[in-house]
């Protein structure tokens, strides 16, 4: 039996996991303070509602993810101030986020997750943690189709230039 043969929580973690879970608890910790602020700023049910699943999903991240960085005796970053909640009436219009940018903003955000995860994923030696960015994967994926859903009904998705087929372009 070799020193990766047992339990892989009992296993140590090597120092890409180290490093990326560190910085992928950080990450989640910015996600929270800025979807906090986002939420502040929203107007659609729709996109709160999504704000909310956002907010619950890089809390148990941050905190799933400090757990195992301490258990394995390393410090994670310290959390951000919590933002106070205020009514969306009392931000000036010209300071506030408007709801399509919000959107953008979160699809963006998400998008960036699904990479991050992905690399960990690829680079860990340990299976728990791998499981445990696969899981946070498939949330962010299904987040992610909310907001596209969204953002398709609601009419605030730009899409990037589209590929038009024409009779002239397709003779040879």
Request: charged share 25%.
């Amino acid at each position: 039996m070799g020193i990766l043969s047992g339990n892989p929580k009992h296993e140590p973690m090597h120092y890409g996991e180290i490093h990326q879970v560190w910085q992928f608890s950080m990450a989640a910790k910015g996600c929270i303070s800025a979807t906090e602020l986002y939420r502040n700023h929203a107007g659609d049910r729709t996109l709160k509602s999504i704000l909310g699943d956002i907010l619950d999903q890089a809390r148990l991240e941050s905190k799933e993810c400090d757990e195992l960085l301490m258990h394995n005796g390393i410090m994670p970053a310290p959390a951000l101030p919590a933002r106070p909640e205020v009514e969306l009436e009392s931000i000036p219009a010209g300071a506030r986020f408007g709801d399509p940018e919000i959107a953008a903003m979160i699809a963006a955000d998400q998008s960036m997750g699904l990479v991050a995860c992905s690399q960990v994923m690829g680079m860990s030696i340990r299976e728990d943690i791998g499981a445990l960015f696969a899981k946070y994967h498939a949330t962010k994926a299904a987040i992610s189709t909310r907001i596209l859903r969204m953002n398709k009904e609601k009419g605030w998705l730009i899409p990037p230039p589209l590929q038009v087929k024409s009779e002239d372009l397709v003779k040879v």
